[in-house]
Protein backbone atom coordinates (compact mmCIF):
# COMPACT_ATOMS: atom_id res chain seq x y z
CA UNK A 1 0.00 0.00 0.00
CA UNK A 2 0.72 3.40 -0.53
CA UNK A 3 0.21 6.16 2.59
CA UNK A 4 -0.83 9.92 0.79
CA UNK A 5 -1.14 12.99 2.84
CA UNK A 6 -2.60 15.78 0.79
CA UNK A 7 -2.38 19.51 1.66
CA UNK A 8 -3.26 22.86 0.05
CA UNK A 9 -7.05 23.22 0.04
CA UNK A 10 -9.05 26.01 1.38
CA UNK A 11 -11.29 28.78 0.59
CA UNK A 12 -10.82 31.16 -2.19
CA UNK A 13 -12.85 33.04 -4.46
CA UNK A 14 -14.29 32.41 -8.62
CA UNK A 15 -11.48 33.03 -10.72
CA UNK A 16 -8.20 32.43 -8.09
CA UNK A 17 -5.68 29.65 -7.87
CA UNK A 18 -4.98 26.82 -5.70
CA UNK A 19 -2.07 24.12 -5.54
CA UNK A 20 -2.70 20.75 -4.00
CA UNK A 21 -0.03 18.54 -2.70
CA UNK A 22 0.32 14.71 -1.88
CA UNK A 23 3.48 13.29 -0.55
CA UNK A 24 3.17 9.86 -1.23
CA UNK A 25 5.00 7.08 0.98
CA UNK A 26 5.31 3.18 1.27
CA UNK A 27 5.19 1.09 -2.19
CA UNK A 28 6.06 3.00 -5.65
CA UNK A 29 3.49 3.85 -7.17
CA UNK A 30 2.45 3.46 -11.36
CA UNK A 31 0.45 6.39 -11.16
CA UNK A 32 -1.07 8.96 -9.00
CA UNK A 33 -4.32 11.38 -9.79
CA UNK A 34 -6.75 13.37 -8.19
CA UNK A 35 -10.27 12.97 -7.70
CA UNK A 36 -13.17 15.10 -6.31
CA UNK A 37 -16.37 14.69 -4.42
CA UNK A 38 -18.85 17.08 -4.43
CA UNK A 39 -21.93 16.85 -1.33
CA UNK A 40 -24.63 14.54 -2.34
CA UNK A 41 -22.42 13.88 -5.96
CA UNK A 42 -19.88 10.66 -6.73
CA UNK A 43 -15.98 10.67 -7.07
CA UNK A 44 -15.06 11.86 -9.48
CA UNK A 45 -11.81 12.10 -11.83
CA UNK A 46 -9.79 15.10 -12.04
CA UNK A 47 -6.54 14.39 -13.34
CA UNK A 48 -3.75 11.56 -13.09
CA UNK A 49 0.12 11.41 -13.83
CA UNK A 50 2.45 8.03 -14.81
CA UNK A 51 5.37 8.14 -12.52
CA UNK A 52 7.02 6.65 -15.37
CA UNK A 53 7.43 9.15 -17.91
CA UNK A 54 4.87 11.53 -16.54
CA UNK A 55 2.21 11.20 -19.24
CA UNK A 56 -0.95 12.92 -17.58
CA UNK A 57 -4.65 12.98 -18.35
CA UNK A 58 -7.38 14.98 -17.50
CA UNK A 59 -11.22 15.34 -16.91
CA UNK A 60 -12.75 17.84 -19.48
CA UNK A 61 -14.36 19.73 -17.17
CA UNK A 62 -10.75 20.86 -15.40
CA UNK A 63 -8.88 20.85 -19.13
CA UNK A 64 -6.87 24.14 -19.89
CA UNK A 65 -7.51 25.44 -15.93
CA UNK A 66 -5.62 22.65 -14.25
CA UNK A 67 -2.11 21.10 -14.11
CA UNK A 68 -1.15 17.70 -12.47
CA UNK A 69 2.73 17.25 -12.46
CA UNK A 70 5.02 15.58 -9.97
CA UNK A 71 8.68 16.00 -8.77
CA UNK A 72 11.96 13.67 -8.80
CA UNK A 73 10.71 12.18 -5.31
CA UNK A 74 7.47 11.31 -3.65
CA UNK A 75 5.20 14.13 -4.38
CA UNK A 76 2.13 14.92 -6.76
CA UNK A 77 0.82 18.65 -7.26
CA UNK A 78 -2.29 19.64 -8.49
CA UNK A 79 -1.99 23.64 -9.77
CA UNK A 80 -6.06 25.00 -10.59
CA UNK A 81 -6.44 28.32 -11.85
CA UNK A 82 -9.48 30.10 -13.18
CA UNK A 83 -11.64 27.91 -10.06
CA UNK A 84 -15.25 27.97 -10.50
CA UNK A 85 -17.96 27.39 -7.67
CA UNK A 86 -18.58 24.44 -8.76
CA UNK A 87 -15.33 23.14 -8.40
CA UNK A 88 -16.18 23.35 -4.88
CA UNK A 89 -15.49 20.01 -3.66
CA UNK A 90 -12.72 17.68 -1.61
CA UNK A 91 -10.18 16.70 -3.45
CA UNK A 92 -7.94 13.60 -2.70
CA UNK A 93 -5.40 12.21 -3.93
CA UNK A 94 -5.17 8.32 -5.08
CA UNK A 95 -2.34 6.45 -6.16
CA UNK A 96 -1.97 2.69 -7.45
CA UNK A 97 0.77 0.03 -7.46
CA UNK A 98 -0.52 -2.06 -10.80
CA UNK A 99 -0.57 -0.64 -14.18
CA UNK A 100 -4.03 0.28 -15.96
CA UNK A 101 -5.12 1.75 -18.77
CA UNK A 102 -7.73 3.31 -17.43
CA UNK A 103 -8.65 6.45 -14.59
CA UNK A 104 -12.03 5.22 -12.60
CA UNK A 105 -12.06 5.44 -9.15
CA UNK A 106 -11.73 1.01 -8.82
CA UNK A 107 -8.04 1.99 -10.58
CA UNK A 108 -6.47 3.12 -7.67
CA UNK A 109 -5.89 0.93 -4.22
CA UNK A 110 -4.55 3.99 -2.15
CA UNK A 111 -6.26 7.13 -1.09
CA UNK A 112 -5.97 10.12 1.25
CA UNK A 113 -7.93 11.57 3.55
CA UNK A 114 -8.86 14.59 1.71
CA UNK A 115 -8.83 18.30 1.48
CA UNK A 116 -11.57 20.57 1.12
CA UNK A 117 -11.61 23.26 -1.05
CA UNK A 118 -14.28 26.27 -1.64
CA UNK A 119 -14.79 28.17 -4.47
CA UNK A 120 -16.98 31.14 -3.42
CA UNK A 121 -18.93 33.20 -6.61
Known amino acids: QVQLVESGGGLVQAGASLRLSCVAS??????MGWFRQAPGKEREFVAAIRWSGGRTYYADSVKGRFTISRDNKNTVYLEMNSLKPEDTATYYC?????????????????WGQGTQVTVSS
Open 94 to 110: AARTYDSGSFAVSDFNS
Open 26 to 31: GRTSSA
